[in-house]
């Protein structure tokens, strides 16, 4: 069992950068995959980036080179580096993790980019 909790969104002008984070109240080093998610007032939840302990990162073409994730196991904690923020980024951003076959999500952390 896991439980999530993301902290770090806010109001921010377009080309500003905010760091997400996404605490985890286990260890994750026993967690294999990880992930941002976003939803936008109308549209799906899409996939933003994605990692695993010693596998690859994956990220949605629309952030590629503008966002940056990470974990650091030692604090249990996942981030996501968002630079270069347009208002098409503007969403509920989720962490998730997959554990044991079950996927857990936070509760959201509102982004919102001004133009």
């Known amino acids: 069992q896991v439980q999530l909790v993301e902290s770090g969104g806010g109001l921010v002008q377009a080309g500003g950068s905010l760091r997400l984070s996404c605490a985890a109240s286990?260890?994750?080093?026993?967690?294999?995959?990880m992930g941002w998610y976003r939803q936008a007032p109308g549209k799906q939840r899409e996939l933003v980036a994605s990692?695993?302990?010693?596998?690859?990162?994956n990220y949605a073409d629309s952030v590629k080179g503008r966002f940056t994730v990470s974990r650091d196991n030692a604090k249990n904690t996942m981030y996501l580096q968002m630079n270069s923020l347009k208002p098409e980024d503007t969403a509920v951003y989720y962490c998730?993790?997959?554990?044991?076959?079950?996927?857990?999500w936070g509760q959201g952390t509102q982004v919102t980019v001004s133009s």
């Open positions: 998730n993790a997959l554990f044991r076959s079950v996927l857990y």
């Open positions: 286990r260890t994750i080093f026993s967690i294999n995959a």
């Open positions: 990692i695993t302990n010693g596998g690859p990162i």
